[in-house]
DNA sequence: AAGAGGATGGCCT
DNA sequence: GGCCATCCTCTTC
């Protein structure tokens, strides 16, 4: 086994065409306190010109981080109930950024057990919420700076994966843009999230 | 001030 | 495959 990696990704790390930081995500592992996560599975969303991206209207409240310096966490919640985590990347004030949606937990086991109480290892972080709530990471992680040695939520650089090995598809869940193959995933990974397509939801109501 | 709907997940059949 | 919990955020009036 080779050094242990202690020193965050660095801001330039982020600092590029959000494709690019997506791909080189792949692999990477994000840590909060004892828990760490390897990476397999993510989306990129770019800034204004993506119809599916949060960014798309302009800023909001919610969506400010986005449009600040890259190498920070945008934290949203979502559904009543679950948050997802995206990396702020590019340029300051593109507004473009990557979606955490599935890995594998390679640290604190045990802590994420307890967060996902019933969850087989697989599942601890097989989907963009199943992922904040293995790490614990909530709104107010929101404008986090993962580059920052002294951070408690950090993404440092893991093994490699190899070009033939990052498989790349339609976006999960989004309507607008699912032409564009913008989620992208280690080929043969247990961890790699269900495929959904968008489903309008019904409006259930009394 | 109000309504619609969501970058989901868990449980059901 | 379907249903729906649960509440925040944005849009529109």
Redesign the pocket.
């Given at each position: 086994m080779g050094q242990r990696q202690l020193t965050p990704l660095p801001r330039p790390f982020y600092d590029r065409p959000v494709l690019a930081v997506a791909r080189d995500l792949l692999g990477a592992v994000v840590r909060h306190g004892e828990v760490a996560v390897r990476l397999t599975e993510v989306?990129a969303?770019a800034g204004g010109h993506d119809p599916?991206?949060?960014?798309f209207?302009?800023p909001?409240?919610?969506?400010a981080v986005?449009f600040g310096p890259g190498g920070h966490a945008?934290v949203?919640?979502?559904?009543?109930?679950?948050f997802?985590m995206?990396l702020v990347c590019g340029p300051d004030g593109s507004a473009s950024?990557?979606?955490l949606?599935?890995g594998e937990v390679v640290a604190g086991v045990d802590a994420a057990r307890m967060r996902?109480p019933?969850?087989s290892e697989r599942?601890l972080a097989?989907?963009?919420?199943?992922?904040?709530?293995a790490l614990a990471v909530d709104?107010a992680l929101d404008g986090a700076d993962v580059t920052s040695r002294r951070s408690a939520l950090q993404v440092v650089a893991g093994e490699r994966v190899p070009d033939d090995a990052v498989r790349r598809g339609p976006?999960?869940?989004?309507?607008a843009a699912h032409d564009v193959p913008w989620r992208m995933w280690i080929d043969g990974e247990a961890t790699v999230?269900v495929y959904?397509r968008?489903?309008?939801?019904?409006?259930?109501?009394k």
């Open positions: 989306e969303y599916a991206s949060h960014a209207r302009g909001t409240q919610r969506n986005m945008y949203y919640f979502t559904y009543g109930m679950h997802c995206n950024a990557v979606l949606r599935a996902r019933g969850a599942d097989r989907g963009p919420a199943r992922l904040t709530k709104r976006r999960v869940g989004v309507n999230s959904r968008h489903v309008p939801r019904v409006h259930s109501k």
